[in-house]
Nanobody
């Protein structure tokens, strides 16, 4: 597995979690990165992306102002800091290598990490 996501778990509404995705490939810094999420029975949806340099980020409206995507190219890792969690943030979160707002823009995916937000 080239993309390994971690950091999921159980959090209370209003709380925080930080996800991480490590890429074992040497060319980590040349790829844009993104996080998507998926609820059972629904399509995978875009959450956030970051350019290869880290200079450009973009967020889904549903998480804007609450989530922060970042990357550490020296550690081959992209992060998703999730604050002010809501019940509707419950999903399996996937990291991906590429650039765009659609799942079809990405060829490489991590295995997913489950985030459960409780009241």
């Amino acid at each position: 597995v080239q993309l390994q996501a971690s950091g999921g778990g159980l959090a209370q509404a209003g709380g925080s979690l930080k996800l991480a995705c490590v890429d074992s490939r040497r060319a980590f810094s040349t790829y844009g990165r993104a996080w998507f999420r998926q609820v059972a029975g629904k399509a995978r949806e875009f959450v956030a992306l970051i350019s290869w340099s880290g200079d450009t980020t973009h967020y889904a409206n549903s998480v804007k102002g609450r989530f922060i995507i970042s990357r550490d190219n020296a550690k081959n890792t992209v992060y998703l800091q999730m604050n002010s969690l809501k019940l509707e943030d419950t999903a399996v979160y996937y990291c991906a290598a590429g650039y765009g707002l659609l799942t079809s823009d990405y060829n490489d995916w991590g295995q997913g990490t489950l985030v459960t937000v409780s009241s």
